[in-house]
């Protein structure tokens, strides 16, 4: 790989992140907005249970595309 590939490699990968990172927000604030939408619930909770909500949506999604492509069907040698 030569060095001329590299600066374009990295762009690629911070655009990538950049839009990891804007699709994480929009989840945040749409998960923000229905759990604000319960009554007497605390606006602190929300960041201290904000992490495990990501986590497990990364988990389901992770679990779903894995079935979809068969790899939870083949042995766990692969």
Do not use: C, H
Request: net charge positive; hydrophobic share 40%; charged share 35%.
């Amino acid at each position: 790989m030569g060095e001329n590939q590299n600066p374009a490699r990295r762009r690629d990968i911070a655009d990538l992140t950049a839009l990891v990172e804007e699709i994480i927000s929009y989840w945040k604030e749409l998960g923000r907005t229905r759990f604000y939408a319960q009554r007497g619930v605390d606006p602190d909770e929300f960041e201290r249970f904000w992490p495990q909500m990501l986590e497990n949506f990364f988990l389901a999604e992770t679990v779903r595309v894995a079935k979809k492509l068969r790899f939870l069907s083949r042995g766990r040698d692969n």
